[in-house]
């Protein structure tokens, strides 16, 4: 029998909480609309646990525990609390303004800031929340152009408002967009945080609540710096502080995500916020440069990188970000070619390592890559590296080679550790 034939003759719906007996053992949980994926006869059912299972109505018992609740759809404003500060938080989509497509099993936006901000009634006692769409959109399909609309939204809410700014951002290129407005917004009178969620808000694992609730506390501090906020370990118990433009996503699906390779976090919020390393304070204007030339090429050093990849990579492009192996290397073969590329383009070097500095001055090809123009980059990520190279070949496209290795917005540390 098909799953939607057993769960109507039962007189069941999609979203009651039921029981469901078998042979060997008894599930209760809420029925999820049928997916792509699932066969004819299995019923979707979500645990209290959150977790999500097939059930075989093959010799099964359906009984009703309780009916589906309507769903509030309705979003009422909410007044004004004169005893809390006031922050505003831009929508631009993500995982963080998503739900799991039950169609296709698929995450998909649908969530606005507005809806968002509603479903997490802690905030309510927080702050008093201004929520604005900006974007609704994956973030690999974030583009320079969006990072600059971000810092103009960002400058127009300060000039405006004078108050602090989360950005609820998709996980995957949140370390970009966050190095994109540091080098944009050298100075701000509010704090900007960028937050996300590695699970969409409708899960019961989601990270999404502590998330925003962390950012909202950042984004009434004092913290003059474009900062990330998303969990510290993979409990529901703080939320780290990052550096935006030395922090990056190094984990795929868990929780605690983020981290800053070279530097642990700024701060951790729980009650309050536990600050660990000094930082830069706010100040009284917030300062725009935006805009990128998004023209620069990244090229990957690896063993089988050859001539022709190069050429193919950098020819055409207004500079070129090297992600080197170890200390800052690429294979001696390619030398010559980076060479001449270098008396037509900038063309800097970082490590495609987890932590550490590069150093051409340690090994013959890196002295090489010295004497032939290239730009060492120190601990800067190769992400920042790129979004830097962008920034100034937009504003400052005769002093690349000079700025690209000096610390502008925090993006460099004055400690070169090796170890």
């Known amino acids: 029998m098909s799953a939607e034939k ?32 699932s066969k004819e006869n299995i019923i979707i059912l979500k645990l209290d646990n959150g977790y999500n299972i097939g059930v075989s109505t093959k010799g099964a018992k359906l009984s009703i525990l309780s009916k589906a609740k309507p769903k509030e759809t309705i979003v009422e404003a909410k007044k004004k609390n004169k005893d809390l500060q006031n922050i505003t938080i831009l929508g631009t989509g993500g995982t963080i303004a998503s739900f799991i497509d039950y169609k296709t099993g698929a995450v998909s936006p649908a969530i606005t800031a507005e809806q968002l901000v509603n479903s997490v009634k802690a905030l309510d006692d927080i702050a008093n929340i201004n929520a604005e769409p900006l974007f609704s959109l994956a973030s690999e399909d974030m583009k320079p152009k969006h990072w600059e609309d971000m810092a103009v939204k960002v ?18 290129t949140m370390a970009y967009s966050a ?36 950012a909202a506390k950042t984004a009434m501090s004092d913290l003059g710096e474009i900062c990330i906020a998303m969990h510290e370990t993979t409990d529901d118990k703080n939320v780290a502080i990052w550096r935006g433009n030395r922090t990056r996503k190094t984990h795929s ?10 530097e642990g976090p700024i701060g951790i919020v729980n009650d309050k916020i536990e600050w660990k390393r000094k930082y830069k304070s706010t100040s009284e204007k917030t300062t725009i440069k935006a805009g990128f030339d998004d023209n620069i090429g990244m090229v990957w050093s690896h063993p089988g990188l050859s001539v022709e990849d190069w050429e193919n990579i950098v020819n055409g492009k207004n500079g070129v970000v090297i992600a080197g192996t170890g200390l800052g290397h690429i294979n001696s073969e390619l030398l010559g070619v980076i060479g001449k590329a270098t008396k037509d383009i900038p063309i800097a070097m970082s490590s495609q390592c987890l932590s550490g500095s590069t150093n051409l001055n340690v090994y013959r090809n890196g002295r090489q890559l010295l004497e032939n123009g290239v730009v060492e980059t120190y601990d800067m990520l190769p992400e920042t590296a790129l979004v830097k190279m962008m920034w100034l070949s937009k504003h400052h496209p005769d002093k690349i080679n000079e700025m690209m290795g000096k610390n502008l917005v925090g993006e460099i540390s004055n400690s070169r550790k090796l170890d």
Do not use: C, W
């Open 179 to 214: 190095a994109a407005l540091a080098f944009q917004l050298p100075e701000i009178s509010n704090p900007v945080v960028f937050t996300g969620a590695q699970r969409s808000p409708d899960r019961p694992s989601s990270d999404a609540h502590l998330n925003l609730v962390g």
């Open 6 to 37: 057993f769960i109507s003759n039962n007189g069941a719906e999609v979203h009651d909480r039921v029981k469901i007996e078998t042979e060997s053992i008894t599930y209760e949980g809420l029925i999820l609309p049928k997916h792509n994926f």
């Open 155 to 172: 400058k127009e809410i300060h000039d405006k408002s004078n108050h602090g700014i989360v950005i609820g951002h998709g996980t995957d």
């Open 253 to 262: 699906s868990m929780r605690n995500a983020f981290s800053s390779p070279n």
